[in-house]
Each structure stands twice: as structure tokens, then as C-alpha cells.
């Protein structure tokens, strides 16, 4: 599975993004997609996950502000991000996990930087 993301970049505090991420290759069993973040000197954090049932789950921090979707047919994954903060700058990592014949396997994309001013 390959994951290419896209949509970073650098916006005012109060601004938008929306990243997305699309899924390529052996996709077949993928049930989780979701986004990640790491900022400098700080681990990776959760930051929202769907299920391909559109379950899904945030971190506390973005609660009411960040938003993902997913399109299973585009086998893509969307993150839009709305009145952002200095303190949402980072790095941002899609992942993706599978299951297949009972072994779940995880994938990262390359990161897209994200840097709120403030």
C-alpha cells in the first residue's frame, strides 16, 4: 500500500487546509484510515481516524475544528482543517491499517508540513 498525501502548507491562525491522502496498491482490506502529527521535540500524536464505515475519532485538541472524511471509492481520505492555531503546526502523517488474513499491517505516507503563523 502506498499512501500519497497532499495539502499542506502555511496559512494564518484562523485559516483553513484540507490535506488528503489516497491510497494505492494492494488497498484490498483496508479498514482505517486516518492522520497523524508530529510537531518538533514532541512524539506523534492521533490526530482524527475514520473507519471505511465513517466512524470516526479526534483528539481532544481538534474536536470542533478538524474534520475527516473519506471517500472509499477514490480510496482517499480528507482532513479539513478550519480555525487553526500556531499550536497545530506540524508535521502531518496519513496512515492507513489493514487486515488480511488475520494480521494487521500499518502504513505511513510521507509527511506534509503544515505551519500555522500566528
Known amino acids: 500500500v502506498q499512501l500519497q498525501a497532499s495539502g499542506g502548507g502555511l496559512v494564518q491562525a484562523g485559516g483553513s487546509l484540507r490535506l488528503s491522502c489516497a491510497a494505492s496498491?494492494?488497498?484490498?482490506?483496508?479498514?482505517?484510515m486516518g492522520w497523524y502529527r508530529q510537531a518538533p521535540g514532541k512524539q506523534r500524536e492521533l490526530v482524527a481516524a475514520i473507519t471505511s464505515g465513517g466512524s470516526t475519532n479526534y483528539a481532544d485538541s481538534v474536536k470542533g475544528r478538524f474534520t475527516i472524511s473519506r471517500d472509499n471509492a477514490k480510496n482517499t481520505v480528507y482532513l479539513q482543517m478550519n480555525s487553526l492555531k500556531p499550536e497545530d503546526t506540524a508535521v502531518y502523517y496519513c496512515n492507513a491499517e489493514k487486515l488480511w488474513v488475520g494480521v494487521k499491517y500499518t502504513y505511513w505516507g510521507q509527511g506534509t508540513l503544515v505551519t500555522v503563523s500566528s
Open positions: 496498491g494492494s488497498i484490498i482490506g483496508i479498514n482505517v
